[in-house]
């Protein structure tokens, strides 16, 4: 939980939580706590459990098992099942769902004369709530006049007006087009920020998740893979998934040879024989043993081409690595390279005097020990490189979108 935020006691806990359709099964073993005014973000690929898991929260699915309470009162247990409408929580969809028929100051009446607030007072509330979200002058408008993102911050205002203990905010910002969207995303967690309101998110993309959450959920499968901040997230991520599923990463095994005080060196003899990289202990409980399989992960815009930088390579580790693609996008190349027997992506900046290697060049790369991560190999019981390996043999490296 963030600890600038409100204890998890007032907040969101979910635990145990299996779920499904029929006999198939859509989330297992979810346990999450969200503390008040966190705003947390469920992020994975399509199909992962993320709705089913909100839906759940929400009421509108009934979980196979688990528990859920929201500020200390039990929502869901199998002995429980309050309904969504007595739940306090609210709902803001991919679809908007503003009421065509009303006004957009109507829109957001509308909760707030629900839960029987005198319709002078609505009124004032709504338009204030309208004016938070940047539409005051819009009052009057039905609501379909209004564009997609002005209709989305219409089912914001609503969501936000009866100052519910969660609001839920399942892709909110797809419809919109990019630009919007990059606005909407800023103005939401502003908004979040301001009223201290807390948000339960769903996502499949991973720069909504990382620029607008304090802590992010990443899920495959059904399955919570990690949760962290997305500085965490990004920097140390647990396992190849969460490795390539948020951001794009280049994720070599390896077997530690060797630890020191403030690095320890890994053997990596998939990117050629007797090849090691040094990786720096972040902290000096965070390291493993000698001998521990583990995966080596490093950025593409972590890996340097001294020859084209004009970078010392002294102090760094290097490998040599031949050029298979490049794609020059102005500020850098995004090129793909062959080491040993891995295919590694790598962001290279360059500047204007040195000329563009040609495809096919044997070039050497640096990746400082500061910018590599770990994670203990999940395939540890296999021989070391070939689970890394299609049934070719052919390298596949792991890599993120
Ligand atoms: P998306 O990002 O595409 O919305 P998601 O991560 O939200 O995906 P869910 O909608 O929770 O995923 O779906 C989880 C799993 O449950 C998927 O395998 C999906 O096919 C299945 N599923 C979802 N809704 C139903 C349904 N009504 N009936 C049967 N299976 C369903």
Redesign the pocket.
């Known amino acids: 939980m963030n600890e600038v935020n409100g204890s998890v006691d007032d907040g969101l806990v979910v635990k145990g939580l299996f779920a499904g359709?029929g006999r198939?099964r859509?989330v297992s073993d979810v346990n999450l706590e969200i503390g008040r005014s966190e705003f947390v973000t469920l992020l994975?690929p399509?199909?992962?459990?993320?709705?089913?898991t909100l839906r759940c929260v929400a009421g509108l699915h009934v979980p196979q098992s688990g528990e859920i309470t929201l500020g200390g009162a039990r929502l869901y247990s199998p002995a429980v099942n309050i309904p969504p409408h007595k739940r306090d929580i609210n709902m803001v969809f991919q679809s908007y769902a503003v009421w065509p028929h009303m006004t957009t100051l109507e829109n957001v009446m509308y909760g707030l004369k629900a839960k029987k607030m005198p319709r002078a007072q609505a009124r004032t509330k709504a338009q204030q709530m309208l004016d938070l979200v940047g539409l005051g002058e819009f009052a009057g408008r039905h609501a379909t006049d209004l564009s997609g993102g002005q209709q989305q911050r219409v089912a914001l205002a609503r969501a936000l007006a009866t100052e519910p203990s969660l609001v839920l905010m399942d892709e909110p910002l797809s419809n919109l087009d990019a630009q919007l969207r990059a606005r909407m995303r800023d103005e939401i967690r502003q908004i979040q920020r301001r009223t201290g309101i807390t948000v339960l998110y769903?996502t499949?993309d991973q720069s909504e998740a990382l620029s607008m959450s304090d802590r992010v959920v990443v899920m495959n499968q059904?399955v919570i893979q990690q949760v962290g901040d997305p500085w965490a997230l990004y920097h140390r991520p647990e396992n190849a998934f969460v490795a390539t599923f948020v951001g794009e990463a280049n994720v070599v095994p390896g077997t530690v040879a060797d630890v020191g005080a403030h690095a320890f060196t890994v053997e990596v003899t998939g990117l050629g024989p007797g090849t090691v990289l040094d990786i720096a202990r972040a902290t000096a409980a965070d390291c493993p043993a000698k001998g521990d399989a583990i995966s080596v992960v490093f950025r593409p815009e972590w890996v340097r081409v001294p020859e084209e930088t004009g970078t010392a390579s002294s102090g760094g580790n290097t490998f040599r690595a031949r050029l298979v693609s490049s794609e020059f996008l102005g500020d850098h190349f995004e090129r793909t390279y062959e080491a040993g027997r891995h295919r590694l992506r790598v962001q290279a900046v360059t500047g204007p005097t040195s000329r563009p290697p040609e495809i096919g060049a044997e070039q050497t790369l640096l990746v400082t020990p500061e910018n590599l991560t770990w994670f203990h190999r999940e395939d540890a019981g296999d021989p070391a490189p070939s689970a890394h390996e299609d049934a070719a043999g052919e390298p596949t490296t792991v890599l993120g979108s």
Do not use: F, L
């Open positions: 359709y198939a859509a994975g399509s199909g992962c459990g993320k709705t089913t769903v499949h059904g």
